[in-house]
């Protein structure tokens, strides 16, 4: 039998106590999914990609395309639902043009319904409003004497909300009425004098982004009869 130096045997069982050292911490140690303290960098360009159990995106978070040039890549933010649709975005499709990101949240349908200025500053979505002044003087609002409905008001909108909120001041003899027309169709209900105002929120038929016609129309009970009225209002709001 050959004869087996000591300090090889020595060595021989120190690999051995280390491979079951690294054996056993292998069982023993935190799974590495947990940040118990610290931080995590990523960068030169890299990204946190997140994917569904299909293998579909879900977030990309660092860079993004398209590069803002060859060499100068975009960093960014882009998140998506689980159907693979836009939900969020901090990106810029054209840095070339437009280098500035914007924030944008988006519909399920791909319509951008809240976004912030890239150019400038505040809100470029939704279009909010101002609420019109009135002429303090009810004398001075639109009126009819007619007994079948008459157009008093009539103007476009961009529809960006499911619901209108409005609310249209009303003064007249008893029995008057006042209704709202949406594309020629009536809409909410209708205003009977002596009610001093006309106030509905009602579901806005029309697709995101469509040029809407409001119409505001009136009569009166009985011939003789003066009814006014004035928009104070109108408002598209959520569900």
């Known amino acids: 039998m050959a004869i087996i130096p000591t300090d090889l045997l020595d060595r021989i069982r120190t690999l051995e106590r280390q491979i079951r ?41 660092g860079r993004v395309e398209p590069d803002r040039k060859p060499d100068v890549p975009q960093q960014g933010l882009v998140v998506r639902r689980d159907d693979g649709s836009l939900a969020l975005t901090v ?45 303090v003087d009810t004398a001075r609002w639109e009126s009819t004497g007619a007994t079948d409905w008459a157009t008093l008001y009539r103007g476009p909108g961009i529809a960006q909300h499911p619901r209108l909120y ?6 007249g003899t008893a029995g008057a009425q006042i209704r709202v027309l949406v594309n020629g169709s ?4 209708v205003a009977t004098t002596p009610e001093p105002e006309l106030v509905f929120t009602e579901p806005l038929t029309a697709e995101f982004g469509a040029t809407v016609t409001f119409e505001v129309q009136a009569k009166v009970a009985t011939a003789g009869d003066t009814v006014r009225c004035r928009p104070l209002a109108l408002y598209g709001v959520q569900s």
Do not use: F
């Open 21 to 61: 050292d690294l054996m056993g911490s292998a069982n023993t140690n935190p799974a590495l999914n947990e940040i118990m303290g610290g931080e995590v960098v990523i960068g030169d360009g890299g990204r946190l990609r997140v994917r569904t159990a299909g293998g579909e995106d879900l977030l990309y978070l």
């Open 91 to 135: 990106w810029t499709g054209s840095p070339d043009t437009l280098p500035t990101q914007p924030v944008q949240i988006l519909d399920r349908k791909g319509n951008v319904v809240v976004a912030d200025d890239a150019a400038h500053h505040g809100l470029a979505r939704p279009y909010i409003p101002y609420p019109l002044p009135e002429p």
């Open 166 to 171: 409005c609310r249209i001041g009303v003064q």
């Open 186 to 189: 009536p809409l909410g209900p």
